[in-house]
């Protein structure tokens, strides 16, 4: 079997393995094994990739694997990776090893918990290694449904509504990619010969007409921007979060969001790049709002989780900015941000679940103090803020350089003055995080109940510190990650150049 | 020439310090941390003198002119071909002198802090956070490219976050800290647009580039000009913004008072001597970028620290902390190092105002944290910060007491003293390019003699007053920077910096000019008259002078009230006006419409299920009154 396969495989081995664990013990301890082979093996994979490149592999896709799965639809189930699908392998078992720690205590109905989980992360590993389009399609409802159980079962507060909310809106989602996806398909073969297909890299080096591209290129990058809290359809993000328990506001918001951008990204930009350069502007001034506006937002939330989803609208519409900017410096600091953030905002959810299980609330000006109390986690916190609001060191600023350097070296005055308006969110972010840091971790403490907690104990040590070490390694040692991105962009660009 | 790369361990040694100290500090004695770090940076200062004497009197320059070295440089994230953050080590006559000023100060903090923070709790945090600040600033100056100034320039900003919020259970502390953090962000914010702006046109970071008078910006200044403005002073007006709020200068100045909630030392390093002059360096740093390719810059520059000198002074008379005395006067005395960049030329005797500066900068670095250390001893002393709570302290705090007055006749620019000399050349180059500037400069000198010697009296002289335990002498190892840093501030005046630190590399004579420095000590000697009078013994005078310019003083003690402006802009118009209402909009109007479409689908599906009912009779009336009234409708149709 080829090397891909397997990060769908192991994790449905996983969930098979689970089925017949006897108690929580069992069912952790079987969860965690198979997330961290599958953590050993993106590790193997990103040095096979990097080995590959370096022996000269100067081939687009590698790791290639193809076989017919339908074949009077040519639908097949083909596999492989560039630098960015790589990147966003390692983003994912990175967040689902963290999140299986950080669920360690869950007690009710662990066993479909944890089956739920991992059945979501096999579809999103199935996402990023699909180079066609039906089976990427197939993998992304795979991931996309178990969220409606996570959250309406294992969930808090108006679990329901948050779980009928998210999942009705992301489907919408869904229903634009789908139409679109068809749309492609079926205007993939400009000979007039019917040969459609579904493959990625056909159809780009076919090219689809302009006129498809203007119907389908709104509708693929408003269904994949729908998942990447595009305003304004980012509602889902505050209350799903803020209902969903600690794992899945991890998964979701460090590694399904990502869906959202990298899809935009592979198909609506890559495949319709004419379409995509007319109509920018329009999602451009959108994204540039959603970056604005979510740091605004978060400045007065009370809820730890509605201000780190807030946050996310914010760090997400700047992925969807860069994308849009299709150039090569932009694009990589779209995938450096979408990584960065979805490790920062996991180790977020994460820290917040720890908090919220000692103190029982997660509204800030009912705690203070805590630092003094919870150092670990108090400290951890600190520093995951600082990633965020972008100090150098930590993998926030490598993003968001690469993005605001990429985007205002555009030549015309409207991309530059949306790149300062965009810029403007680095202050406000510095509010909202010094805000939440100032109330809930420094000056005295509040609730004398608080004066007694337990600071973190070894799998939410683990947990947190996993991630917190992939986001200082990004922070202090960028530069592989940035030139394995480059190279895999280069030929995009450069074909998306050649067509304009 | 000689190989400089061994610099790199000038910023490495405190990085490793602060990492093992971060991450092992707590399995040790807190003593261990304070001693490693002392340890660390004697190696690094001893380092940094070194490099000084190789670069400044061995090496020497070459044909007339000090060489611009890269010692070290490597590419740590490339954007593009032509536009990477490289991280490497830059050896020119600043980046030496910044390199022998910052050692210096941050060696003496951590020594005096081996007594000041003796048996505090987080001793080692706060070693370890000293070290992380000497590294970033270390880095700083040594930066080769405007965005590794970038980098650190953040960095230092973090750790001052870090050690201004040292007392973090204490809520003024905390406000202190986020307000000099996010108001030095914003000033940061036109620091990285003007560095958007200046890669964008130039297609390079790098100072040596940037700088190079056959460079992009000088030799070849893009001709785009917006609001009568070109381009390229738009962005360095923009990287000044980010220098401004660093270094504390009008408007931007807010945070600094609030800063001195930190332990003294941290602002006897950090806000007094070198992360706030980072500013001055980084308008040094570019300077002949802005002399010769922008001096609508220049200009901003020169004013903007005028007035911030003049401002600060009128300030500095009426507060009462001594801390915040002291930082007005940092303030002051930045506004006169920014404002003699802004008069000066380039090249040769032009650029008196940039070699100025930079003595300036060094001087001042020594007396005021000298001043700073002092207070330390003498709130260590007395237990208070308000001079209202001191008095007669001389005969209590003798080393103490004389250190601080040879720092306070230093700021004043009483001759021989080193103040006199950087003062002196700064007034003359004000004078030769710009008469008004000069007439505030001479102003703020009377008014710094002024208010140091209202605060000297007032500590050490005056009424002595009821004290709960009899004050000491601070201990050895808190005297000896004292005694060290008062040696530096008498005698750094000698150096002849017009021979290391030009403007365009390259030496020249200077002589004193007595049509400046008359005037000058004599303004400074009136001063140090009139707080003689007033405050040397206690009487009525203060009060009654006071009183008759109650407006006058009361705008003063309340710092013109740009606290409550930046109280209404953070709370007013951020809070409130914008962030709420955006919450507001985003609960009401579109989460509300995401809301009605949801009620919508149900409600109408609630309407029509009542046709979905499975009766048959129902299904057959439905049918067949349905066909009646098509026959009918067909019938109507075709009749016609």
């Known amino acids: 079997m080829d090397i891909l396969s397997l990060f769908v495989v192991i994790p449905v081995l996983t969930v098979f393995a689970i089925m017949f664990a006897k108690n929580l013990e069992q069912t952790r301890w079987i969860s965690a094994t198979g997330m961290l082979i599958q953590l050993g093996l993106a590790a193997f994979l990103v040095f096979s990739y990097l080995h590959e490149r370096n022996l000269g592999n100067t081939a687009q896709w590698l790791f290639t694997y193809d076989i017919v799965w339908f074949s009077s639809l040519n639908i097949h189930y083909t596999v492989g990776v560039d630098g960015i699908s790589v990147a966003m392998i390692a983003l994912t078992s990175i967040v689902v090893f963290a999140g299986i720690f950080a669920s360690w205590e869950m007690k009710y109905l662990s066993r479909e918990f944890f089956i739920s989980l991992i059945l979501l992360a096999s579809g999103v590993f199935g996402f990023f290694i699909s180079l066609d389009l039906f089976t990427m399609f197939l993998f992304y409802e795979v991931a996309v449904i178990p969220m409606y159980l996570l959250i309406g079962i294992w969930g808090s507060g108006p679990k329901e509504y948050s779980a009928m909310k998210l999942t009705l809106m992301l489907m919408g989602g869904s229903a634009l990619i789908m139409v679109g996806l068809l749309g492609i398909y079926f205007n993939s073969d400009p000979t007039g010969a019917m040969n459609f297909t579904f493959n990625l890299n056909e159809i780009a080096e076919r090219g689809i007409p302009i006129e498809a591209q203007r119907f389908f290129f709104p509708m693929t990058f408003l269904g994949f921007g729908v998942l990447g809290a595009l305003f304004p359809f980012h509602t889902w993000s505050p209350d799903g979060h803020a209902s969903a328990p600690t794992a899945v506001s991890m998964l979701h918001a460090g590694v399904l969001m990502k869906l959202g951008g990298y899809g935009a990204f592979r198909v609506a930009i890559y495949l319709m790049p004419q379409a995509a350069h007319e109509q920018a502007w329009i999602f451009i001034i959108l994204t540039a709002v959603s970056v604005v506006y979510g740091a605004f937002g978060a400045v007065v939330q009370k809820d730890l989780k509605y201000i780190n989803a807030y946050s996310s609208v914010s760090h997400c519409g700047l992925v969807l900015f860069a994308i849009l900017m299709m150039n090569q410096t932009a694009l990589n600091g779209a995938v450096i941000q979408m990584i960065s953030h979805g490790l920062m905002t996991a180790l977020f959810f994460a820290l917040i679940g720890m908090i919220y299980g000692r103190t029982h609330t997660r509204l800030i000006n009912e705690m203070g103090g805590l630092m003094k109390i919870i150092p670990f986690l108090g400290v951890v916190y600190v520093i995951a803020g600082l990633a965020s609001l972008g100090l150098p060191g930590l993998s926030g600023f490598v993003a968001e350089m690469t993005i605001f350097v990429g985007a205002y070296q555009h030549p015309d005055t409207f991309h530059r003055v949306v790149t300062i308006m965009a810029t403007t969110s680095i202050v406000v972010t510095a509010v909202y995080i010094l805000r939440v840091v100032g109330i809930l971790l420094l000056g005295p403490v509040r609730n004398e109940h608080h004066l007694h907690l337990s600071d973190a104990v070894w799998w939410e040590r683990l947990s947190t510190l996993t991630l917190l070490v992939s986001i200082a390694a990004i922070g202090i040692a960028p530069l592989w990650l940035s030139d394995m991105i480059n190279f895999s962009l280069k030929p995009i660009v450069e074909r998306i150049v050649a067509i304009l | ?640």
């Open chain 2, 1 to 640: 020439m000689t190989n400089y790369s061994y610099t790199l361990l000038i910023p490495l040694i405190p990085l490793a310090i602060f990492l093992i100290t971060g991450l092992a500090g707590h399995k040790f004695k807190p003593i261990v941390s304070g001693l490693t770090g002392t340890m660390g940076l004697t190696i690094a200062a001893f380092l940094s003198y070194t490099t000084a004497i190789r670069y400044f009197f061995i090496d020497g320059p070459a044909n007339g002119m000090y060489p611009q070295i890269k010692a070290v440089s490597t590419v740590w994230l490339r954007f593009t071909d032509t536009l990477h953050i490289d991280l490497g080590i830059l050896i020119d006559p600043i980046s030496v002198m910044m390199l022998v000023v910052v050692t210096t100060v941050s060696l003496m903090a951590h020594i005096y802090s081996l007594g000041y923070m003796k048996g505090e709790r987080g001793f080692a945090r706060f070693y370890s956070f000293l070290s992380l600040f000497s590294f970033s600033m270390l880095g700083l100056v040594l930066a080769t490219n405007i965005f590794q100034m970038y980098i650190f320039w953040e960095l230092v900003g973090v750790s001052s976050f870090l050690l201004i919020g040292f007392y973090y259970e204490k809520p003024s502390a905390v406000a202190a800290s986020k307000k000099a953090f996010i108001v030095t962000r914003f000033a940061d914010l036109g620091f990285l647009i003007g560095i958007l702006m200046l890669s964008f046109t130039t297609n390079t970071f790098d100072f040596i580039t940037l700088t190079s008078t056959s460079g992009p910006i000088i030799a070849a200044p893009a001709g785009a000009a917006f609001v009568g403005i070109s381009v390229v002073s738009w962005a360095l007006i923009l990287v000044f913004i980010g220098g401004a709020g660093k270094s504390a200068m009008f408007p931007l100045h807010i945070w600094l008072p609030d800063a001195m909630e930190g332990p003294t030392p941290v602002s006897a390093l950090i806000h007094a001597a070198t992360m706030v002059v980072a500013g001055v360096y980084l308008v040094a740093r570019l300077f002949p970028a802005y002399a010769l390719a922008a001096p609508d810059a220049l200009h901003v520059v020169a004013w903007v620290g005028g007035f911030s000198s003049l401002f600060a002074a009128v300030i500095a008379i009426t507060q009462i902390d001594i801390k915040r005395v002291l930082a007005f006067s940092t303030m002051s005395q930045i506004g006169y190092m920014m404002m003699a960049l802004g008069v000066s030329g380039y090249g040769d005797h032009e650029g008196l105002g940039y070699m100025a500066s930079m003595f300036h900068l060094f001087t001042h670095a020594m007396f005021k944290a000298l001043l700073f250390l002092g207070a330390g001893s003498i709130i260590h002393a007395v237990h208070s910060n308000n001079m209202t709570d001191m008095g007669g302290l001389r005969k209590y705090l003798p080393i103490t007491h004389i250190t601080f007055l040879i720092a306070c006749l230093t700021i004043a620019g009483i001759p021989p003293l080193s103040g006199f000399w950087s003062k002196d050349e700064i007034l003359a180059a004000a004078l030769h390019h710009n008469p008004a500037l000069f007439a505030i400069g001479i102003g703020v000198a009377g008014l710094t003699a002024f208010y140091m010697f209202r605060l000297y009296y007032n500590v050490f002289w005056g009424q002595e007053r009821h004290y709960h335990h009899t004050p000491h002498e601070s201990p050895l190892v808190m005297t000896i920077p004292l005694m060290f840093l008062a040696f530096a501030a008498v005698f750094s005046g000698f150096l002849p910096f017009s021979h290391l630190v030009t403007s365009d590399l390259k030496t020249f004579e200077t002589h004193t000019d007595l049509a400046v420095a008359i005037p000058s000590v004599l303004i400074a000697l009136v001063g140090i008259g009139v707080a003689t009078v007033m405050y040397r013994k206690p009487n009525s005078l203060p009060d009654r002078v006071s009183s008759s310019i109650k407006g006058l003083y009361t705008a003063s003690f309340r710092k013109f009230w740009i606290d409550e402006v930046y109280q209404f802009v953070t709370k007013k118009i951020i809070f409130s006006g914008v962030s709420r209402p955006i919450a507001w909009f985003d609960r009401h109007v579109i989460d509300d419409t995401m809301n009605a479409v949801g009620w919508l689908v149900v409600t109408t599906s609630e309407r029509i299920k009542g046709f979905q009912s499975g009766q048959v009779q129902q299904y057959a009336a439905v049918f067949v009154s349905s066909v009646v009234l098509l026959v009918l409708v067909f019938v109507y149709l075709f009749s016609n």
